[in-house]
């Protein structure tokens, strides 16, 4: 229900995209399987620059 809320339809995309990708290392290992997920999640969103001011 709520992926009808957002506006953005590529926001929705991402975050379906997001979901999945948790869902499936949930199946593997649990709980660590998540917390790896989330270390890269954000280590990728760190390494990422934003208005070109890196």
């Known amino acids: 229900m709520s992926t009808f809320l957002v506006p953005n339809y590529l926001v929705t995309k991402s975050s ?3 979901q999945f990708m948790f ?3 949930a199946s593997y290992l649990g709980v660590p ?3 790896l997920g ?6 990728h969103l760190n390494g990422l620059t ?3 001011q890196g």
């Open 33 to 35: 399987s998540i917390l």
């Open 50 to 52: 934003s208005l070109n």
């Open 16 to 18: 379906l995209l997001l």
């Open 23 to 25: 869902l499936i290392l």
């Open 38 to 43: 989330l270390i890269g999640m954000l280590a």
